[in-house]
């Protein structure tokens, strides 16, 4: 299977573009080469993203199989509940935020705002929850208020990176039975048993971990460990493009700041680190493979800047997000399901 993937590591055919009705529409790209995200800007205010969705699915849904993004700019929208609208409309099925690792604020039972890390820090590429047995297919942002500079959220397709990353480090994780993700509750750093689960009963924390396909380790009432086991590479659910779709480098040791790492090194054990990743089969990551696919990411990388109003679609089998450093207040919601 491997073999047959690296062999043919093409970036897939892009389908002539499903257009949408030109009179009430711009359709365009940032960026011809990019080809991500796809835009539709409406030519009136007045136009209504819901009522405009819904005219229009079949081709929307054909058009994010086909791209992965689409940025819906210069729509009617104003506040949250315009927001919600929206979601209800988009997504069968709203996902809750089990197993997040990063902190929101709940604005809503649909809403939330996006990760909450001090401004003046990135938050690297990654699809959401991507170490869960079952991950949310859809991802749902609307741009409340734009900070004043930076804080775009660029975004990466991972068939994409899939093709940059090196073929001996694709195969390395096929050898050695995919990656594997480490995280411990209670040490101190990072979140703590209720954070993590919300509940600190054990019984309720084994259930959900069963349910999850995650492995857990009770070493204490108030500190835990699990560890997921899952494969590098994931072919898309309808289009079976092979995406690079994990965790392994975000929360790969060598992604750490230096100081950061030098003070974990001398308190913890690896796998006592607050997150971990290696492979599947518990050998190390060799930090050369890991700076190979930071720059695979890189390289996919695009950036646009967000307008108040905007909304941001992405399949999030197939494109990876983050967030870049800012300035001012910045106000981005987010939703995701299915």
């Keep these: 299977m491997i073999e047959d993937i690296v062999e043919n590591k093409q970036l897939h055919d892009h389908q002539n573009l499903k257009n949408l009705p030109n009179e009430v529409v711009n359709q365009y790209f940032f960026n ?38 689409i940025l819906f700019r210069g729509f009617e929208l104003e506040n949250v509940e315009d927001f919600e609208g929206v979601i209800q409309t988009v997504l069968e099925e709203v996902t809750p935020y089990l197993g997040g690792a990063t902190p929101r604020k709940v604005i809503s039972s649909k809403v939330s705002t996006s990760t ?9 590429l990654h699809n959401e929850l991507s170490y869960e047995h079952s991950i949310p297919s859809k991802l749902l942002f609307f741009c409340l208020q734009q900070p004043v500079k930076g804080g775009q959220t660029q975004i990466a397709d991972v068939n994409r990176v899939f093709d940059y990353i ?116 518990g050998e190390s990551i060799p930090d050369e493979f890991a700076e190979n696919i930071r720059a695979a990411y890189r390289k996919a990388e695009v950036v646009f800047d967000w307008q108040k109003g905007d909304v941001l679609l ?6 990876a997000h983050g967030r870049k450093p800012f300035e001012g207040e910045r106000k981005i919601l987010v939703s995701m399901g299915n």
């Design 166 to 281: 090196d073929s001996e480090i694709i195969s390395a994780f096929y050898n050695n039975n995919g990656w594997k993700l480490i995280r411990n509750y209670g040490m101190g750093f990072g979140p703590n048993v209720e954070s993590g689960f919300g509940t600190t009963d054990v019984d309720e924390i084994k259930r959900e971990c069963e349910k999850r396909d995650v492995e857990l380790q009770v070493i204490k009432s108030d500190l835990l460990r699990t560890i997921h086991l899952r494969s590098a590479v994931t072919n898309h659910p309808n289009s079976d493009l092979p995406l690079w779709l994990n965790h392994i480098v975000f929360w790969h040791s060598s992604s750490l700041p230096k100081q950061y790492f030098e003070y974990m090194s001398n308190a913890f054990a690896p796998e006592e680190f607050p997150y971990f990743t290696c492979y599947g089969n």
């Design 32 to 69: 011809e080469e990019d080809r991500l995200p796809l835009v539709y800007e409406a030519k009136q205010e007045a136009i209504n993203l819901q009522s405009f969705y819904q005219q229009n699915e079949e081709q929307i849904q054909a058009n994010l199989l086909e791209y992965g993004a």
């Design 116 to 124: 909450e890390f001090p401004s003046d820090q990135e938050i690297s």
């Design 314 to 319: 992405l399949d999030n089998y197939r494109v």
